[in-house]
């Protein structure tokens, strides 16, 4: 059977959908559902047994997260620290048993750019917002849909030699490394951990720019007017500058649309200081005036 591995096969629990050929008759995907229950429980009957007699084997999963019906032809289950040779185990006895079943794709797929000319861009017409109280007009301006990902700072740091600052401090390889310890290897993943100065420098690489405050609540309130969800909340840089040379850094309104009762009519915001790397939540968009 095929395995096809999607963005996110580094996240526990594990996903994993069984896909049949073909829409399956009534009751077919129930069976499936059934059986792969069935073959976790008995792993979980073999352990429990060794463990009675002192002798419990390695490796074990640690929380099997049940089987169900996904869509017409598929079925989905979880599995956290499932190890390899139990997948292919599970796979082969799909295969044996379930002959119509196609492929097993791993983990889910992710909306996100890969390179510098893969952003999907938000227009946020001129107009007037309010910050705290204050009226801010703000110009036309065209926002990415997406915060810079993994993907794109690599081929930043490729095609210029440029050492963020997690690397200068901790070691080559460090921010990278430190992405795929936290988030997995998908190179769809916002580049968390980067400094406003690693921003900025990718910025006048892609000869964009950070957008304002105002530019960041205006594009939040826009994307919730359309129903968009974020899948990363996560703190975006800004240009803005505090008085004692720190950088701010929020989260849009559209939190409210989905996560806050009763609802936030302002932005949360931090400043923070522009050289300090170990914000695992702050990543940034780029912006390019309409």
């Not at 069984?18 to 069976?31: L, M, N, S, T, Y």
């Not at 099997?64 to 620290?81: F, P, Q, R, S």
């Not at 309130?221 to 899948?231: E, K, P, V």
Request: aromatic share 12%.
């Amino acid at each position: 059977m095929r395995i096809i591995e999607e963005d996110m096969v580094d996240w526990e629990p594990l996903r994993m959908r069984f896909i049949f050929k073909d829409p399956v008759a009534d009751g077919r995907r129930e069976v499936l559902v059934a059986f792969i229950d069935d073959w976790f429980g008995e792993k979980e009957k073999r352990r429990l047994a060794a463990r009675g007699a002192g002798t419990e084997p390695q490796p074990f999963v640690k929380d099997y997260c049940g089987a169900n019906i996904d869509g017409a032809t598929a079925v989905e289950t979880h599995a956290e620290l499932i190890p390899p040779e139990w997948l292919q185990e599970l796979t082969g006895a799909v295969e044996r048993s379930f002959p119509d079943v196609d492929h097993l794709r791993l983990g889910f797929p992710i909306e996100g750019p890969t390179v510098r000319s893969g952003f999907k861009w938000v227009r946020v017409p001129r107009g007037e917002v309010m910050l705290r109280g204050n009226p801010v007009t703000i110009g036309d301006v065209d926002i990415s849909l997406h915060q810079v990902s993994v993907g794109q700072f690599e081929q930043f740091m490729r095609e210029t030699g440029y050492r963020p600052t997690r690397d200068r401090i901790k070691g080559d390889g460090a921010l990278m490394g430190w992405l795929r310890i936290n988030y997995g290897r998908s190179p769809k993943v916002p580049a968390f951990g980067v400094t406003h100065h690693d921003a900025l420098a990718y910025c006048e690489w892609a000869r964009m720019r950070l957008p304002s405050e105002a530019e960041v609540y205006a594009f939040f309130l826009s994307t919730a007017r359309d129903g968009h969800r974020h899948m990363w909340g996560g703190e975006c840089w800004t240009g803005d500058v505090g008085p004692d040379g720190t950088f701010l850094a929020c989260h849009g309104p559209y939190l409210a649309a989905f996560e806050r009762s009763p609802p936030l009519t302002e932005n949360e915001r931090n400043y923070y200081a522009p050289d300090h790397y170990d914000y695992s939540s702050v990543s940034f968009r780029v912006a390019k005036t309409a």
